[in-house]
DNA sequence: GAGCCGTGGCC
DNA sequence: TGGCCAAGGCT
């Protein structure tokens, strides 16, 4: 796509803009300060797929019980993960801590100031490496996450569904960029998209560059970027299963380190699949149950949307005397204790539907 | 390329 | 209310 120079988008529009409407942030340096790169890496990591709101909490969360990237490296892995739960995709956990031991062990503790060895880290993909790249030592690179993937569609009004258009998208964003200030220009951008080229209702009245976008002038800027149909999401169904002791202390597993919910903690529970029947009886739910008990059906269910699925879960619960042994792979946890375990969400939901720690 | 991989907020 | 969305990466 040819460009032409009276509509081509001038990069020193949107610093101006950047510099008079720059946000604070809490992993972001103040205006003159040397960003810190493991800070950088850091909130990169969390904002991906996520917003600054969620993440933030968890951002001061983990800069104070990790400062560098040397303690998170010397880190338990589990502790990682126990600070991560309920922030979601929880291989980012995983390759978090791996990252921080291959900068301990690879770089000496400090990140490359190289876009292709930070694309090398585990967990850093072309975004995360350009962002880091860019933010962190104002390297020149393109950075494109879905911020700019919608700023440069309208800008240009590229017809192209998501995701092929990504070539032509970093194309695009690479004739826009200036030689000056990589990293600035890489957060305009973003901030830009967030703020200003929203995704619904943009404030194209308040846009540095609402005169040379392409989709503001025919007025059609909500419609892009062009997205191709998501396939639909089946509903898969279960049984959790929670077992409490008489002082109040629950019946936990660890699950598989890798794939859904990797490593984290989780109550009990049968398989996940689209043919269970949860209108069985309960001596017939209770057919995959961790150990012999007598059950009872919590009324209702607990239900949990994860990104590819939805999940509907009958909660069987039951008292075992004190002393009952934690069956092969299970393990007692004080009540005390259940907001220290790296529980996901949806088994924070059963705990709560089975009410946890109550007294009856 | 497409499926897998969470969660909470929004309208 | 449910579909959509958020600073993606891995396989």
Not at 69 to 80: E, I, K, N, T
Not at 191 to 198: K, N, P, V
Not at 312 to 326: F, H, Q, S, W
Request: hydrophobic share 45%.
């Amino acid at each position: 796509m040819a460009v032409a120079a009276e509509t081509r988008p001038d990069p020193a529009a949107l610093l101006a803009w950047y510099d008079r409407h720059r946000r604070r942030l809490p992993w972001r340096a103040e205006p003159g300060e040397r960003a810190d790169p493991y800070r950088v890496w850091l909130s990169e990591i969390m904002l991906q797929q996520t917003t600054v709101k969620a993440a933030g909490p968890y951002f001061l969360r983990f800069l104070e019980r990790f400062p560098d990237v040397g303690s998170l490296a010397a880190a338990p892995l589990a502790d990682a993960l126990r600070l991560w739960a309920g922030l979601g995709y929880y291989s980012r956990a995983r390759n978090l801590h791996a990252c921080a031991q291959a900068v301990a062990a690879r770089h000496g503790g400090r990140f490359p100031a190289c876009e292709a060895e930070l694309l090398a880290l585990p967990g850093v993909g072309p975004y995360t490496a350009a962002a880091i790249a860019a933010i962190a030592f104002d390297l020149p690179a393109i950075v494109v996450d879905g911020n700019v993937e919608r700023v440069v569609t309208r800008l240009f009004a590229l017809e192209t569904p998501l995701p092929a258009a990504k070539p032509e998208i970093r194309r695009l964003a690479g004739l826009i960029a200036p030689e000056a200030r990589p990293g600035d220009f890489a957060q305009a951008m973003m901030d830009l998209g967030a703020t200003i080229c929203t995704p619904r209702r943009p404030a194209c009245a308040l846009c540095p560059w609402s005169e040379p976008c392409a989709a503001r002038r025919a007025g059609t800027q909500e419609t892009f970027p062009r997205k191709a149909p998501k396939a639909e999401r089946p509903t898969r169904r279960g049984v959790a299963f929670w077992v409490e002791r008489p002082d109040g202390a629950a019946l936990l597993r660890s699950r598989a380190p890798k794939g859904l919910l990797g490593g984290m903690t989780e109550t009990p529970t049968g398989r996940w699949a689209a043919d269970v029947d949860l209108t069985l009886p309960v001596s017939a739910l209770a057919a995959e149950a961790p150990l012999a008990a007598e059950w009872r059906r919590t009324p209702g269910l607990v239900t949990h949307v994860f990104s590819h699925f939805a999940l509907e879960l009958a909660v069987l619960a039951a008292r075992v005397p004190a002393g009952t042994p934690a069956p092969a792979g299970a393990r007692w946890v004080a009540a005390a204790e259940l907001a220290n375990e790296a529980l996901p969400s949806v088994f924070r939901k059963v705990a709560a539907h089975a009410g946890a720690g109550r007294r009856s």
